[in-house]
Nanobody
Framework: QLVESGGGSVRAGGSMTLSCVVS???????MGWFRQAPGKEREGIAS???????SYLDSVKGRFTVSRDNAKNILYLQMNTLQPEDSAVYYC???????????????????WGQGTQVTVSS
């Protein structure tokens, strides 16, 4: 089970940190963050392996940082310089094994959280 928290409303240029607590956590999981805006497809924005290697969607590189705390079974997404186009429901997800070249592909992930809303106003 994955449970996200930390969503809410913020003004453009602001920051927000999302958390995802993972039951039955294992360091063998590839972990990812995804988002879905109204009327759009869900997209992968960040992933992290157990060695902390990461990958990012181009539009969030340099603004978002994914991290994981294996001792606490928590995945994080630090989001800086937020823009209105970042508004979406954000999901954490997990899959067994290495993230690999398909790390940001929705269909690669087996386990999903319920999502948390992030709203960025201009």
């Amino acid at each position: 089970q994955l449970v996200e928290s930390g969503g809410g409303s913020v003004r453009a240029g602001g920051s927000m940190t999302l958390s995802c607590v993972v039951s039955d956590y294992t360091t063998h999981y590839c972990m990812g963050w995804f988002r879905q805006a109204p009327g759009k497809e869900r997209e992968g924005i960040a992933s992290i392996n157990n060695d902390e290697s990461t990958s990012y969607l181009d539009s969030v590189k340099g603004r978002f940082t994914v991290s994981r705390d294996n001792a606490k079974n928590i995945l994080y997404l630090q989001m800086n310089t937020l823009q209105p186009e970042d508004s979406a429901v954000y999901y954490c997800a997990a899959r067994w094994g290495w993230c690999g070249s398909l790390a940001l592909r929705v269909t690669e992930y087996s386990y999903w959280g319920q999502g948390t809303q992030v709203t960025v106003s201009s």
